[in-house]
């Protein structure tokens, strides 16, 4: 009977360690993971084949939508360079996408690249043709190249990796 007991004692033990990992994990994603918006970035995209072959001569950041001149909120198309205003304004890039098939964009106010296709972001500064973009536009809206991203490597645990 003590036998039984004590299982019975560690299998509730061992739920509640359970418990606390999940909740641990719970916390830090609402840090660090969707519940505060952080959106990881993507580093490869099967749609970079239609960018424009000149992307470092762009129009300003200040630049309106060519269609509705809003002043805000735009979007450089990475295909044709057409200024379009964003999602939240008149969703003119949006409607440029689903016409014309041009998926990669640069917003104008955060300088994050969008991939329509890919419904996701990518990551300007790692994929091979987004730096001169990226760059360019960091340029002409801070009037200073932008700052030098770091590499932090991540130490894998010896036993996690086998070795």
Known sequence: M?????TVCDSSSSSRDQSKVEEEEEALMALYGS??????????????????SDLVHIPTPDTPCNIC?????NWLCLSCKDVLCSRFINKHMLDHYQQQNHSVALSYSDLSVWCFSCNSYLDAQVMLSLPPVYETAYILKFGEAPPVR???????????SGN
């Open 35 to 52: 519940e505060s918006g952080w959106v990881e970035a993507r580093t490869h995209c099967d749609h970079l084949d239609t960018l424009s």
């Open 2 to 6: 003590a036998d039984k007991e004590k």
């Open 150 to 160: 770091t590499v932090e490597f991540l130490q894998v645990d010896d036993s996690i």
């Open 69 to 73: 001149h809003h002043p805000a909120e």
